[in-house]
């Protein structure tokens, strides 16, 4: 066991029935809000947090993957590493090789019970390597909006936002008054590899 408490190893779609047991859950009542002003000659982007309203109108996200998004994963996806805890999965990482010169995080989940320990750092640092090791020129991760935790990790770990998609995730799991505040805007996250 390594001195963090958890060890990584090379994953295989042997490990899918574990993997769909990892609980990526997570909820919140923040948003990132992107308002745009338009001028004559340019065009500015603000990103803020705010709170959804009516307050206390959690939202769950679920970035539990089942068996069979797992496999649509692999298939587009050139590596898989596992995080254990005990010998049990409490993460994963799925990294592809995109044509764009980039390696794209295909899918990063970390065990809702075994966050805040390091797990989400190492994946993106074997991201890191990874990229390195095939001389591309960077990392892309997708997240939502919504999903506050995701968003502020990936900017502590060096990412940016990139883009976004205001029409990419559908709500129709919301409630009517929830809607506004959920749109569900996908963000394209970068980060340069040196």
């Not at 590493?81 to 799925?94: K, P, Q, R, S, Y």
């Not at 990294?95 to 993106?124: P, Q, Y």
């Not at 990874?130 to 892309?140: D, I, K, M, V």
């Not at 936002?161 to 008054?177: E, K, M, P, S, T």
Request: with cysteine; aromatic share 8%; glycine share 6%.
């Amino acid at each position: 066991m390594a001195k963090d408490g958890f060890q990584l190893r090379e994953g295989s779609p042997d490990d899918f029935p574990a993997l769909a047991r990892i609980d990526g859950s997570a909820s919140t009542d923040w948003v990132l809000n992107i308002e745009r002003s338009v001028g004559q000659a340019e065009q500015t982007l603000e990103f803020t947090w705010r709170q959804v309203k009516p307050a206390g109108s959690r939202r769950r996200i679920d970035t539990t993957e089942s068996q069979d998004e797992l496999e649509v994963e692999w298939k587009r996806s050139d590596r898989l590493l596992i995080a254990e805890v005990d010998g049990v999965a409490v993460g994963c990482l799925m990294l592809a090789e995109n044509w764009n010169k980039t390696a794209e995080l295909t899918l990063i989940i970390v065990d809702s019970a075994s966050r805040r320990r390091g797990i989400g750092r190492r994946f993106v640092q074997e991201a890191d390597a990874y990229a390195r090791e095939r001389t591309l020129r960077g990392l892309q991760w997708e997240a939502q909006n919504d999903n506050r935790d995701a968003i502020e990790f990936a900017l502590s770990q060096g990412f940016r936002i990139a883009g976004f998609h205001d029409a990419l995730y559908r709500n129709d799991d919301l409630d009517q008054q929830a809607a506004a505040d959920f749109r569900g805007i996908a963000l394209f996250l970068t980060k340069v590899v040196r």
